[in-house]
Structures are given as C-alpha cells and as structure tokens.
C-alpha cells in the first residue's frame, strides 16, 4: 500500500531553475514574477568562455497563464569568464538575454500538434528553466571571444604576444631544402678560416 501511494506522489517543486505552475493557476492571464539568484558554474561554451565557477545567473521573469501552456519572458543575466581566442589573455564580459518560451500544458493542441523538441512542455504542473536558459546563453557568447576586436595574437614562432613584440618583430627563417647545406658548408667555411 505504501508502494502505490509513493508512486503517485507528485515530485515536490524543488530546485532554483524549477517553477511551480500551480502559484500561477491556469486562468489565461494570470501572472507571477519571479527575481532569482542561480547557482550556473559551466553554463556557456566550456574551455572557451562560460560562468565561472561559483558564478550565477541573474533571473528576471514574468510567468503568464495562457491557454496553450505559460509563457515565460524576460531576462537572464550573468558575469561570464574565459580566454581570448587570439592571444589567450584572460577576458570576462557581462551577457544579458532576452527570453520568450511558452511551455505547454500537456494534452492542450501545442502539445499534441508538436515535435518534442519543437517547444517546452510542462511535466507534473512544474517548469524547469535550465535548458532554456542554458541554450540562450550559449547562442549568446561569442564562439571565437578576443580581449579587443584589433587584436594580433601570439607570435606562431616563439609564443610572444605581437602587441607586445613590435613591428619590426620577426624571425629569420630558411627553406628546409638548404639548412642541411648551409649546416655542412657553413661548418667547412669555419673550419677552413680558422687554417
């Protein structure tokens, strides 16, 4: 008996990303806000730039009963860390995106008309934000991230920042095909003036 009352208990709306549709009720044009800090560590394009650890994400939200589902819009806001894609300096940014997602109601004609992945659904009158969230922060971070849009980068022989190196910074280089004959003729060149 107590198997059965535990398998048709209602999972409990726990979790700083999860939202409780029940506060909202299903009225069309019922609404809740929401202000939350949450806890983000990683959430971005890992090892190039995301929320840094111990970071979170600023959410600003209006929760609004429609008929389909409820729409949630608004902002999501956090302080993002990484490392410039050109010369590898240590960059952070502040990104702030607009969201706009409608979570549907299950059996309502969103739910039944649509793709799975074509739009959020409701599961158990909850709504967990972190997937959305998470892919509109990724699609917002720049791919290749660089401290200034004007910047050189490293020097590909010897690593050294070229902003820094100069402008009349170079390396002599030789064709392979002749360093083994300046090496060997070079060397008798030496030998023979030191006769």
């Given at each position: 008996?107590?198997?059965?009352?535990?398998?048709?208990?209602?999972?409990?709306?726990?979790?700083?990303?999860?939202?409780?549709?029940?506060?909202?009720?299903?009225?069309?044009?019922?609404?809740?806000?929401?202000?939350?800090?949450?806890?983000?560590?990683?959430?971005?394009?890992?090892?190039?730039?995301?929320?840094?650890?111990?970071?979170?994400?600023?959410?600003?939200?209006?929760?609004?009963?429609?008929?389909?589902?409820?729409?949630?819009?608004?902002?999501?806001?956090?302080?993002?860390?990484?490392?410039?894609?050109?010369?590898?300096?240590?960059?952070?940014?502040?990104?702030?995106?607009?969201?706009?997602?409608?979570f549907a109601y299950?059996?309502?004609?969103?739910?039944?008309?649509?793709?799975?992945?074509?739009?959020?659904?409701?599961?158990?009158?909850?709504?967990?934000?972190?997937?959305?969230?998470?892919?509109a922060v990724v699609?917002?971070?720049?791919?290749?991230?660089?401290?200034?849009?004007?910047?050189?980068?490293?020097?590909?022989?010897?690593?050294?920042?070229?902003?820094?190196?100069?402008?009349?910074?170079?390396?002599?280089?030789?064709?392979?095909?002749?360093?083994?004959?300046?090496?060997?003729f070079g060397g008798?060149?030496?030998?023979?003036?030191?006769?």
């Amino acid at each position: 008996m107590s198997e059965h009352r535990h398998a048709s208990a209602r999972p409990t709306a726990t979790g700083p990303w999860i939202i409780d549709t029940r506060d909202i009720g299903r009225r069309a044009g019922t609404s809740r806000s929401y202000q939350r800090s949450v806890p983000a560590a990683g959430l971005g394009l890992l090892d190039v730039i995301a929320v840094p650890e111990g970071g979170t994400v600023e959410l600003d939200l209006l929760a609004e009963s429609v008929v389909e589902g409820v729409l949630i819009s608004g902002t999501a806001s956090a302080d993002v860390a990484g490392e410039c894609s050109r010369c590898l300096d240590p960059i952070s940014d502040h990104v702030e995106i607009k969201l706009m997602e409608l979570f549907a109601y299950p059996d309502s004609a969103t739910d039944e008309t649509t793709d799975e992945d074509e739009v959020s659904r409701i599961s158990d009158d909850l709504i967990d934000l972190e997937p959305v969230v998470r892919d509109a922060v990724v699609l917002a971070l720049p791919q290749v991230p660089l401290c200034s849009p004007d910047c050189l980068g490293l020097c590909v022989e010897c690593g050294g920042k070229l902003a820094e190196l100069g402008p009349d910074h170079g390396h002599e280089t030789m064709d392979p095909r002749w360093a083994a004959l300046q090496e060997r003729f070079g060397g008798n060149r030496d030998n023979s003036e030191e006769n």
